[in-house]
Protein backbone atom coordinates (compact mmCIF):
# COMPACT_ATOMS: atom_id res chain seq x y z
CA UNK A 1 0.00 0.00 0.00
CA UNK A 2 1.49 3.46 -1.20
CA UNK A 3 -0.80 5.78 1.07
CA UNK A 4 -2.09 6.45 4.40
CA UNK A 5 -5.07 4.33 3.77
CA UNK A 6 -3.85 1.82 6.91
CA UNK A 7 -6.52 -0.71 7.75
CA UNK A 8 -7.01 -0.22 11.37
CA UNK A 9 -8.28 -3.29 12.61
CA UNK A 10 -9.51 -3.50 16.07
CA UNK A 11 -7.88 -4.44 19.14
CA UNK A 12 -9.92 -7.32 20.38
CA UNK A 13 -8.24 -9.29 22.80
CA UNK A 14 -4.89 -7.44 22.79
CA UNK A 15 -4.08 -6.46 26.24
CA UNK A 16 -0.44 -6.03 27.85
CA UNK A 17 2.83 -7.11 26.22
CA UNK A 18 3.04 -9.72 23.37
CA UNK A 19 5.98 -11.88 22.36
CA UNK A 20 5.22 -11.16 18.32
CA UNK A 21 7.41 -12.44 15.55
CA UNK A 22 7.27 -11.11 12.09
CA UNK A 23 8.96 -13.00 9.38
CA UNK A 24 9.42 -12.27 5.97
CA UNK A 25 11.24 -14.17 3.21
CA UNK A 26 13.92 -12.17 1.09
CA UNK A 27 13.13 -11.21 -2.35
CA UNK A 28 11.25 -14.76 -2.40
CA UNK A 29 9.70 -15.64 -6.04
CA UNK A 30 13.10 -14.42 -6.73
CA UNK A 31 15.36 -16.36 -4.25
CA UNK A 32 12.54 -19.25 -5.55
CA UNK A 33 13.64 -18.56 -9.06
CA UNK A 34 17.29 -18.71 -8.24
CA UNK A 35 17.33 -21.10 -6.16
CA UNK A 36 15.99 -23.36 -9.00
CA UNK A 37 18.12 -22.40 -11.43
CA UNK A 38 21.91 -21.62 -10.38
CA UNK A 39 22.96 -19.60 -13.84
CA UNK A 40 20.62 -16.94 -12.37
CA UNK A 41 22.57 -16.66 -9.14
CA UNK A 42 23.57 -12.81 -8.56
CA UNK A 43 22.18 -11.82 -11.55
CA UNK A 44 19.60 -8.98 -11.66
CA UNK A 45 16.61 -11.02 -11.90
CA UNK A 46 12.60 -9.79 -11.93
CA UNK A 47 9.82 -11.63 -11.70
CA UNK A 48 6.91 -10.23 -14.00
CA UNK A 49 5.47 -10.12 -17.80
CA UNK A 50 8.32 -8.14 -19.61
CA UNK A 51 6.02 -6.73 -22.41
CA UNK A 52 5.26 -3.34 -22.81
CA UNK A 53 2.41 -3.50 -20.45
CA UNK A 54 4.37 -5.60 -17.95
CA UNK A 55 5.22 -5.38 -14.22
CA UNK A 56 6.98 -6.26 -11.70
CA UNK A 57 6.09 -8.67 -9.05
CA UNK A 58 9.44 -9.02 -7.36
CA UNK A 59 12.80 -8.53 -7.91
CA UNK A 60 16.47 -9.79 -7.17
CA UNK A 61 18.15 -7.73 -4.44
CA UNK A 62 20.66 -7.42 -7.36
CA UNK A 63 18.60 -5.75 -9.41
CA UNK A 64 17.09 -3.55 -6.61
CA UNK A 65 20.82 -1.58 -6.28
CA UNK A 66 19.85 -0.35 -9.90
CA UNK A 67 16.39 1.17 -8.66
CA UNK A 68 14.22 -1.57 -9.49
CA UNK A 69 11.30 -2.65 -7.18
CA UNK A 70 8.33 -4.40 -7.32
CA UNK A 71 5.12 -2.79 -9.03
CA UNK A 72 7.44 -1.16 -11.67
CA UNK A 73 5.94 -0.93 -14.78
CA UNK A 74 8.40 -3.41 -16.76
CA UNK A 75 9.70 -0.53 -19.70
CA UNK A 76 11.05 1.30 -16.39
CA UNK A 77 12.98 -1.25 -14.85
CA UNK A 78 14.70 -2.44 -17.95
CA UNK A 79 15.38 1.49 -18.75
CA UNK A 80 17.15 1.45 -15.15
CA UNK A 81 18.75 -1.77 -15.80
CA UNK A 82 18.95 -2.86 -18.98
CA UNK A 83 20.60 -6.31 -18.23
CA UNK A 84 17.94 -7.36 -16.50
CA UNK A 85 16.60 -10.95 -16.77
CA UNK A 86 12.87 -11.50 -16.49
CA UNK A 87 10.88 -14.96 -15.44
CA UNK A 88 7.20 -15.49 -15.60
CA UNK A 89 6.00 -16.17 -12.34
CA UNK A 90 5.38 -19.98 -10.71
CA UNK A 91 2.94 -19.50 -8.14
CA UNK A 92 1.56 -23.08 -7.71
CA UNK A 93 5.94 -23.65 -7.20
CA UNK A 94 5.55 -20.38 -4.33
CA UNK A 95 2.28 -21.62 -3.29
CA UNK A 96 3.67 -25.19 -1.80
CA UNK A 97 7.06 -23.63 -0.57
CA UNK A 98 4.73 -21.11 1.24
CA UNK A 99 2.73 -24.14 2.51
CA UNK A 100 6.08 -25.52 3.55
CA UNK A 101 7.24 -22.37 5.73
CA UNK A 102 3.94 -22.05 7.61
CA UNK A 103 3.89 -25.67 8.66
CA UNK A 104 7.23 -24.53 10.31
CA UNK A 105 5.92 -21.67 12.10
CA UNK A 106 3.05 -23.80 13.53
CA UNK A 107 5.40 -26.11 15.03
CA UNK A 108 5.83 -23.38 17.53
CA UNK A 109 2.52 -21.59 17.70
CA UNK A 110 -1.18 -22.32 16.57
CA UNK A 111 -1.49 -18.13 16.29
CA UNK A 112 -0.05 -17.55 12.77
CA UNK A 113 -1.61 -14.79 10.67
CA UNK A 114 -0.13 -15.12 7.29
CA UNK A 115 -0.18 -11.93 5.37
CA UNK A 116 1.18 -12.78 1.98
CA UNK A 117 2.62 -16.11 0.78
CA UNK A 118 5.83 -14.73 1.83
CA UNK A 119 5.52 -13.02 5.01
CA UNK A 120 3.19 -13.38 8.60
CA UNK A 121 2.86 -13.18 12.25
CA UNK A 122 3.55 -15.14 14.80
CA UNK A 123 2.41 -14.80 18.75
CA UNK A 124 4.92 -17.02 20.64
CA UNK A 125 3.70 -15.39 23.86
CA UNK A 126 3.13 -19.04 24.84
CA UNK A 127 4.97 -21.57 22.47
CA UNK A 128 4.15 -24.69 22.12
CA UNK A 129 7.59 -26.05 22.76
CA UNK A 130 7.67 -23.94 25.74
CA UNK A 131 10.76 -22.32 24.51
CA UNK A 132 9.82 -18.79 26.63
CA UNK A 133 12.23 -16.95 24.27
CA UNK A 134 10.83 -14.88 21.03
CA UNK A 135 14.03 -14.48 19.59
CA UNK A 136 15.19 -17.87 20.27
CA UNK A 137 12.34 -19.13 18.29
CA UNK A 138 13.04 -16.69 15.66
CA UNK A 139 16.49 -17.95 15.05
CA UNK A 140 15.28 -21.42 15.27
CA UNK A 141 12.54 -20.34 12.69
CA UNK A 142 15.03 -18.82 10.47
CA UNK A 143 17.31 -21.86 10.47
CA UNK A 144 15.04 -24.63 9.56
CA UNK A 145 13.69 -22.15 6.21
CA UNK A 146 17.18 -22.25 5.25
CA UNK A 147 18.10 -25.97 6.11
CA UNK A 148 14.23 -27.09 4.41
CA UNK A 149 14.03 -24.87 1.59
CA UNK A 150 17.42 -23.35 0.68
CA UNK A 151 15.76 -19.43 1.16
CA UNK A 152 16.18 -17.16 3.41
CA UNK A 153 14.02 -15.24 5.46
CA UNK A 154 14.38 -12.19 7.98
CA UNK A 155 12.62 -11.96 11.12
CA UNK A 156 11.76 -9.22 13.62
CA UNK A 157 10.95 -9.61 17.28
CA UNK A 158 9.00 -7.19 19.42
CA UNK A 159 5.72 -6.84 21.98
CA UNK A 160 3.72 -5.67 19.40
CA UNK A 161 2.74 -6.28 15.55
CA UNK A 162 3.84 -2.42 14.40
CA UNK A 163 7.22 -3.31 15.71
CA UNK A 164 7.76 -6.55 14.81
CA UNK A 165 7.14 -5.66 11.03
CA UNK A 166 9.57 -2.77 11.08
CA UNK A 167 12.05 -4.60 12.73
CA UNK A 168 11.86 -7.62 9.99
CA UNK A 169 13.11 -4.83 7.39
CA UNK A 170 15.97 -3.57 9.59
CA UNK A 171 18.70 -5.98 9.01
CA UNK A 172 17.39 -7.51 5.17
CA UNK A 173 18.66 -9.50 3.63
CA UNK A 174 18.78 -12.78 6.15
CA UNK A 175 18.75 -11.08 9.32
CA UNK A 176 16.97 -10.76 12.87
CA UNK A 177 16.06 -7.47 14.64
CA UNK A 178 15.05 -7.52 18.37
CA UNK A 179 12.38 -4.26 19.90
CA UNK A 180 12.57 -5.34 23.41
CA UNK A 181 9.79 -3.77 26.00
CA UNK A 182 10.63 -0.44 26.78
CA UNK A 183 12.68 0.64 23.54
CA UNK A 184 9.70 0.73 20.81
CA UNK A 185 9.61 4.72 21.35
CA UNK A 186 12.87 5.49 20.99
CA UNK A 187 13.59 3.04 17.91
CA UNK A 188 10.23 4.83 15.93
CA UNK A 189 11.47 8.22 16.95
CA UNK A 190 14.92 7.43 14.83
CA UNK A 191 13.15 6.56 11.79
CA UNK A 192 12.49 8.25 8.70
CA UNK A 193 8.39 8.24 8.50
CA UNK A 194 8.60 6.88 5.04
CA UNK A 195 9.63 3.57 7.02
CA UNK A 196 6.24 3.38 8.67
CA UNK A 197 3.64 0.64 7.21
CA UNK A 198 1.22 2.58 5.00
CA UNK A 199 3.07 5.64 4.38
CA UNK A 200 4.24 5.90 0.68
CA UNK A 201 6.21 8.17 -1.33
CA UNK A 202 3.43 10.69 -1.47
CA UNK A 203 2.56 10.30 1.92
CA UNK A 204 5.93 10.94 2.93
CA UNK A 205 6.03 14.33 0.88
CA UNK A 206 3.50 15.71 2.49
CA UNK A 207 4.06 15.23 5.79
CA UNK A 208 7.89 16.58 4.61
CA UNK A 209 5.62 19.99 3.75
CA UNK A 210 4.18 19.64 7.16
CA UNK A 211 7.73 19.37 8.97
CA UNK A 212 7.76 15.74 9.55
CA UNK A 213 10.66 13.55 8.27
CA UNK A 214 11.03 11.34 11.46
CA UNK A 215 8.84 9.36 14.16
CA UNK A 216 9.79 12.03 16.62
CA UNK A 217 8.82 14.69 14.42
CA UNK A 218 5.32 13.08 14.66
CA UNK A 219 5.41 12.15 17.73
CA UNK A 220 5.76 16.01 18.36
CA UNK A 221 2.12 16.56 16.38
CA UNK A 222 -0.83 16.35 18.55
CA UNK A 223 -4.18 14.05 17.81
CA UNK A 224 -5.76 17.39 16.77
CA UNK A 225 -3.16 18.64 13.84
CA UNK A 226 -3.01 14.76 12.78
CA UNK A 227 -6.92 14.96 12.52
CA UNK A 228 -6.93 17.55 10.97
CA UNK A 229 -4.25 16.86 8.40
CA UNK A 230 -4.60 13.15 7.69
CA UNK A 231 -8.58 12.44 8.84
CA UNK A 232 -9.72 8.89 9.78
CA UNK A 233 -5.51 7.55 9.56
CA UNK A 234 -4.51 10.25 12.96
CA UNK A 235 -5.21 7.74 15.28
CA UNK A 236 -3.10 5.24 13.86
CA UNK A 237 0.08 7.63 12.99
CA UNK A 238 -0.69 8.97 16.99
CA UNK A 239 -0.39 5.50 18.29
CA UNK A 240 2.81 4.26 15.52
CA UNK A 241 4.71 7.30 16.23
CA UNK A 242 4.49 5.92 19.83
CA UNK A 243 5.23 2.36 19.01
CA UNK A 244 1.91 1.68 19.92
CA UNK A 245 0.13 -1.00 18.38
CA UNK A 246 -3.13 -2.96 20.11
CA UNK A 247 -4.02 -5.15 17.45
CA UNK A 248 -3.88 -8.87 18.52
CA UNK A 249 -2.57 -11.51 15.67
CA UNK A 250 -5.06 -13.19 13.98
CA UNK A 251 -4.92 -17.12 13.26
CA UNK A 252 -6.91 -17.57 9.87
CA UNK A 253 -8.11 -14.36 9.64
CA UNK A 254 -10.69 -14.39 6.34
CA UNK A 255 -9.33 -12.77 3.69
CA UNK A 256 -11.95 -10.00 2.70
CA UNK A 257 -10.47 -8.81 -0.66
CA UNK A 258 -7.71 -9.26 -2.98
CA UNK A 259 -5.87 -6.46 -5.43
CA UNK A 260 -3.80 -3.68 -6.18
CA UNK A 261 -3.31 -0.29 -5.65
CA UNK A 262 -0.56 2.46 -6.59
CA UNK A 263 0.44 6.25 -5.80
CA UNK A 264 1.09 7.83 -9.15
CA UNK A 265 4.12 9.90 -9.78
CA UNK A 266 2.16 12.90 -10.62
CA UNK A 267 -1.98 13.51 -10.52
CA UNK A 268 -3.66 13.10 -13.64
CA UNK A 269 -7.19 13.42 -15.23
CA UNK A 270 -6.43 12.26 -19.01
CA UNK A 271 -8.63 9.48 -19.27
CA UNK A 272 -5.78 8.05 -21.63
CA UNK A 273 -3.29 7.99 -18.89
CA UNK A 274 -5.66 6.81 -16.41
CA UNK A 275 -6.28 3.55 -18.58
CA UNK A 276 -2.65 3.48 -19.09
CA UNK A 277 -1.81 3.08 -15.40
CA UNK A 278 -5.47 0.83 -14.92
CA UNK A 279 -3.56 -1.87 -17.38
CA UNK A 280 -0.58 -1.93 -15.09
CA UNK A 281 -2.64 -1.95 -11.66
CA UNK A 282 -4.92 -4.78 -13.53
CA UNK A 283 -1.86 -7.00 -13.82
CA UNK A 284 -0.53 -6.64 -10.36
CA UNK A 285 -3.67 -7.09 -9.09
CA UNK A 286 -4.11 -10.12 -10.99
CA UNK A 287 -0.84 -11.64 -9.96
CA UNK A 288 -1.64 -11.47 -6.59
CA UNK A 289 -5.10 -12.69 -7.18
CA UNK A 290 -3.67 -15.84 -8.73
CA UNK A 291 -1.30 -16.62 -6.11
CA UNK A 292 -4.26 -16.28 -3.46
CA UNK A 293 -5.85 -18.37 -5.19
CA UNK A 294 -8.56 -16.28 -4.66
CA UNK A 295 -12.28 -16.32 -6.19
CA UNK A 296 -14.66 -13.70 -5.81
CA UNK A 297 -18.04 -12.01 -7.62
CA UNK A 298 -17.56 -8.33 -7.16
CA UNK A 299 -14.53 -5.68 -8.64
CA UNK A 300 -14.14 -2.43 -7.00
CA UNK A 301 -12.51 0.66 -9.10
CA UNK A 302 -11.29 3.35 -6.32
CA UNK A 303 -9.67 6.62 -6.51
CA UNK A 304 -7.96 9.17 -4.89
CA UNK A 305 -8.57 13.05 -5.41
CA UNK A 306 -5.81 15.11 -5.12
CA UNK A 307 -7.70 16.49 -1.81
CA UNK A 308 -7.49 12.73 -0.65
CA UNK A 309 -11.19 12.55 -0.99
CA UNK A 310 -12.17 8.89 -2.13
CA UNK A 311 -14.36 7.90 -5.67
CA UNK A 312 -15.53 4.73 -5.69
CA UNK A 313 -17.67 2.18 -8.07
CA UNK A 314 -18.40 -1.56 -7.79
CA UNK A 315 -20.04 -4.45 -10.24
CA UNK A 316 -20.97 -7.83 -8.33
CA UNK A 317 -21.74 -10.72 -10.76
CA UNK A 318 -23.62 -13.38 -9.82
CA UNK A 319 -20.86 -15.86 -10.63
CA UNK A 320 -17.37 -15.58 -9.46
CA UNK A 321 -14.88 -13.38 -11.83
CA UNK A 322 -13.44 -16.48 -14.48
CA UNK A 323 -10.35 -14.87 -16.09
CA UNK A 324 -7.91 -11.78 -16.18
CA UNK A 325 -9.80 -10.75 -19.38
CA UNK A 326 -13.17 -10.37 -17.69
CA UNK A 327 -11.68 -8.78 -14.22
CA UNK A 328 -9.83 -6.24 -16.73
CA UNK A 329 -13.16 -5.49 -18.93
CA UNK A 330 -15.09 -4.39 -15.59
CA UNK A 331 -12.21 -2.56 -14.38
CA UNK A 332 -12.30 -0.42 -17.67
CA UNK A 333 -16.06 -0.22 -17.62
CA UNK A 334 -16.03 1.16 -13.68
CA UNK A 335 -13.28 3.69 -14.70
CA UNK A 336 -15.50 4.60 -18.07
CA UNK A 337 -18.79 5.38 -15.92
CA UNK A 338 -16.82 8.44 -13.87
CA UNK A 339 -15.00 9.86 -16.85
CA UNK A 340 -14.38 12.65 -17.29
CA UNK A 341 -13.01 13.17 -13.63
CA UNK A 342 -14.11 16.53 -12.17
CA UNK A 343 -10.80 16.89 -10.40
CA UNK A 344 -7.10 14.67 -11.17
CA UNK A 345 -6.64 11.72 -9.14
CA UNK A 346 -3.31 10.92 -7.20
CA UNK A 347 -3.96 6.73 -6.44
CA UNK A 348 -5.77 4.00 -8.75
CA UNK A 349 -6.36 1.01 -7.05
CA UNK A 350 -8.43 -2.25 -7.94
CA UNK A 351 -9.86 -5.15 -6.27
CA UNK A 352 -11.81 -8.06 -6.00
CA UNK A 353 -13.92 -9.05 -3.12
CA UNK A 354 -17.07 -11.09 -2.46
CA UNK A 355 -14.19 -14.14 -1.85
CA UNK A 356 -15.64 -17.34 -2.20
CA UNK A 357 -14.10 -19.34 1.11
CA UNK A 358 -11.89 -22.67 0.51
CA UNK A 359 -12.05 -23.87 3.77
CA UNK A 360 -13.97 -22.90 7.39
CA UNK A 361 -11.28 -21.56 9.50
CA UNK A 362 -9.88 -23.90 12.37
CA UNK A 363 -10.81 -22.41 15.86
CA UNK A 364 -7.57 -22.03 17.87
CA UNK A 365 -7.93 -20.91 21.41
CA UNK A 366 -5.51 -17.31 21.96
CA UNK A 367 -3.00 -17.51 24.52
CA UNK A 368 -3.44 -15.39 27.66
CA UNK A 369 -1.23 -13.06 29.55
CA UNK A 370 2.15 -12.05 29.25
CA UNK A 371 4.72 -14.81 29.71
CA UNK A 372 8.15 -13.96 31.74
CA UNK A 373 11.14 -12.98 30.23
CA UNK A 374 13.80 -13.31 28.49
CA UNK A 375 11.78 -11.83 25.43
Not at 58 to 80: D, H, I, N, Q, W
Not at 91 to 118: C, N, W
Amino acid sequence: MDDLSVPDDEADGATGLRKIIHVDMDAFYASVEQRDDPSLRGKPLAVGGDGPRGVLTTCSYEARKFGCRSAMPSVTAKRLCPQLIFRPPRFPVYTAISHQIRDIFLDYTPLVEPLSLDEAFLDVTEDLRGIGSATRIAELIRNRIKQETGLTASAGVSYNKFLAKLASDQNKPDGLCVIRPGEGAAFVAALPVRRFFGIGPRGAEKMASLGIETGADLAACDIHFLRQHFGSQADYLYRAARGIDLRRVKANRPRKSVGAERTLDRDISSGAALREVLERIIALAWARITRAEARGRTVTLKLKHKDFTNLTRSRSLSTAIASEGEFARIGHELLGEVLPLAQPVRLVGLTLSALEEDEPPVPVTASKGQAELPF
